[in-house]
């Protein structure tokens, strides 16, 4: 059986603390980069701080935990949205969306692909989004989780020589405490969502971390460039991206 040490970046909070919970379940070593610190550290879990829109401290961070943890799979979940019409989008917010969605994956995983190639094993998750394939007011957002999609199919042609599979996970609506604080249960507009997704549910964080939990296993080897969008139906008919 591979290394069991797992970096989730952005996992103090929301999907990604879902995550971490389900790794921990499934008894893999947790290192926790993010920002902010989580409210509690679970048993396995050594959490490590960075502000992942600054590359330097980005490379920083990575170079004391390769040092310190030989880590052969991650997933790169840390990210934020800036909501706006292309008329509205500013440089400012094309910037800072870029430099958490999409240059810090790229950094994360430039950090640990000679452990992975070293071992002739890896797993890289890139979280994506729906929006991908196109959503109102996403114009910066929806470029970033679509150019991830780019980086995850290079990145499994580059890497599968060495045994490591990429692949992302594209969520759909997921009722997190910021999207409930957001969309409240009883609000039209959370409705309108709602009547849009087949299953007729919200996703919940842990459907998220099942995904991720599959692509992760040793036995997931056959599976790499792939994206799985985890929406309840709701991208079914729609033009994927090619």
């Not at 952005?10 to 379940?25: L, N």
């Not at 400012?92 to 000679?114: I, K, S, T, W, Y």
């Not at 196109?134 to 999609?149: I, N, P």
């Not at 692949?167 to 009722?175: D, E, S, V």
Request: hydrophobic share 40%; charged share 20%.
């Amino acid at each position: 059986m591979a290394e069991r040490s797992v970096l989730v970046t952005g996992g103090s909070g929301g999907i990604g603390r879902a995550i971490i919970h389900r790794c921990i379940e499934d008894g893999y070593q947790i290192i926790n980069l993010d920002r902010v610190a989580p409210k509690a550290l679970l048993k396995g879990e050594t959490h490590y701080q960075a502000d992942l829109t600054d590359a330097q401290a980005t490379r920083d961070v990575l170079q004391r935990i390769t040092r310190e943890h030989n880590v052969l799979r991650v997933i790169n979940n840390a990210g934020f949205i800036r909501p706006g019409t292309l008329e509205d989008a500013t440089l400012e917010d094309f910037d800072a969306v870029c430099a958490l969605n999409l240059r810090a994956p790229m950094l994360v995983a430039q950090g640990l692909q000679p452990l992975m190639q070293a071992a002739r094993f890896g797993r890289i998750i890139n979280i994506s989004s729906r929006a991908a394939l196109g959503k109102e007011l996403r114009t910066v957002y929806s470029a970033t989780k679509a150019g991830l999609l780019g980086m995850t199919r290079t990145w499994a042609l580059e890497l599968a020589p060495y045994g490591v599979t990429v692949n992302a996970i594209g969520p759909g609506p997921i009722a997190t405490e910021l999207f409930v604080s957001g969309n409240p249960p009883d609000s039209p507009k959370t409705k309108k969502i709602l009547e849009s997704i087949p299953v007729k549910r919200m996703g919940e964080p842990e459907d998220i971390a099942h995904a991720v939990a599959s692509l992760l296993d040793d036995r997931a080897g056959f599976i790499t460039g792939q994206v799985l969008y985890v929406c309840g139906g709701m991208t079914v008919g729609l033009g994927q991206v090619a």
